[in-house]
């Protein structure tokens, strides 16, 4: 199946199901003001368009918390495996501290999430420092939990609201998350308009070097295939 068929499948998947790689199924209720500080009435007013471009902005900033925080780990030449690309907003009822008023169709948070195993790696506590230093850089607080059995999880939050955690495991699986929080948004206009933009051509990765990722599409694609 080509990509343009799998992200329409993903589309229908997300909103239907709302099953999100480690995100939280909470439903509490949050603040009425999104991450970026605009409220639901003042992105409804803009047009898909224009939410469509703001969240190519969100996606690329995503993208380069995550590239940056992957080398503080390894070198560039080094690749990592793909748990989540984050090109498809995910149902803002879903996210980290969902939006009073959220439903699965009026507001999206992003997340993207790269793994890696390291040569000889078992989950050492130490082996969080490099990309603690790179969290506290990014201006949030970092919280380390876990124990010697489970392993352990280094999470911040950064200056401009995105949600980091790397955790590492016993079993050499280190995991590397970015996600932001909740935005008001079309969720299934942005879903189908990214679906519709990306050439057929086009298909998903098992693995990339660190700021190799899909790229957004322009808005103006679906007239240019």
């Known amino acids: ?40 009435t003042q992105v409804e007013q803009q047009s898909l368009e224009e939410q469509f471009n703001t969240m190519a902005d969100r996606y690329e900033r995503m993208q380069e918390l995550l590239k940056e925080a992957q080398l503080q780990v390894t070198d560039a030449n080094t690749p990592w495996i793909w748990i989540s690309s984050g090109i498809a907003p995910s149902q803002g009822i879903y996210a980290p501290t969902p939006l009073e008023g959220a439903t699965a169709e009026n507001s999206y948070f992003m997340q993207a999430v790269r793994a890696i195993h390291l040569p000889g790696a078992t989950g050492e506590k130490a082996d969080l420092d490099p990309v603690i230093g790179f969290f506290e850089k990014q201006g949030g607080e970092v919280e380390v939990s876990g124990d010697v059995e489970r392993g352990w999880t280094a999470m911040a939050v950064t200056s401009d609201g995105y949600r980091m955690s790397y955790q590492v495991q016993p079993n050499g699986q280190y995991n590397l998350d970015v996600v932001s929080d909740a935005f008001w948004g079309d969720t299934r206009g942005l879903l189908h308009a990214i679906a519709d933009r990306i050439p057929d051509a086009e298909s998903g990765r098992e693995e990339s070097l660190p700021g190799d990722f899909d790229v957004f599409p322009d808005w103006n694609a679906l007239t240019q295939q």
Do not use: R
Not at 14 to 39: H, N, Q, R, W, Y
């Open 1 to 40: 199946m080509n990509t343009h068929k799998l992200m329409k499948a993903a589309a229908a998947a997300a909103l239907s199901v709302g099953i999100i790689v480690g995100a939280s199924s909470c439903t509490t209720k949050g603040p009425e003001m999104d991450a970026s500080g605009m409220t639901q």
